[in-house]
Nanobody
Framework: QVQLVESGGGLVQAGGSLRLSCATS????????MGWFRQAPGKEREFVAA???????DYADSVKGRFTISRDNAKIMVYLQMNSLKPEDTAVYYC????????????????????WGQGTQVTVSS
């Protein structure tokens, strides 16, 4: 059974930091593009960041310079370091895997991702 399990969410004050983790199991994701998406109440799920198996990255404009995505292929883990958090970063954050990406091309759209975690809540207070 394929699983993506997020952890590390919580409540933090504006300006603070959190590190999200995504553990994978059930198949190998070593060649997958791994991404983070988020969904705030009443809004569509949106792309946050993604990383290919050759460590190329892409970020949403709203998080550039504040968030950093990384991966550990030996442990099949994906991380999202979030600094300088803002109240507008409040959302449920989802880990996702795109296992069909050609040569590791990053696609910043929901439909490209085949597997999803259950999400972890991030709340940033002002």
């Amino acid at each position: 059974q394929v699983q993506l399990v997020e952890s590390g969410g919580g409540l933090v004050q504006a300006g603070g930091s959190l590190r999200l983790s995504c553990a994978t199991s059930g198949r190998t994701f070593s060649r997958a593009v791994m991404g983070w998406f988020r969904q705030a109440p009443g809004k569509e799920r949106e792309f946050v960041a993604a990383i290919s198996w050759i460590n190329s990255t892409d970020y949403a404009d709203s998080v550039k310079g504040r968030f950093t995505i990384s991966r550990d292929n030996a442990k099949i883990m994906v991380y999202l370091q979030m600094n300088s958090l803002k109240p507008e970063d409040t959302a449920v954050y989802y880990c996702a895997a795109d296992v069909h990406s050609a040569i590791g091309i990053i696609r910043a759209v929901r439909y490209a991702y085949d597997y999803w975690g259950q999400g972890t809540q991030v709340t940033v207070s002002s």
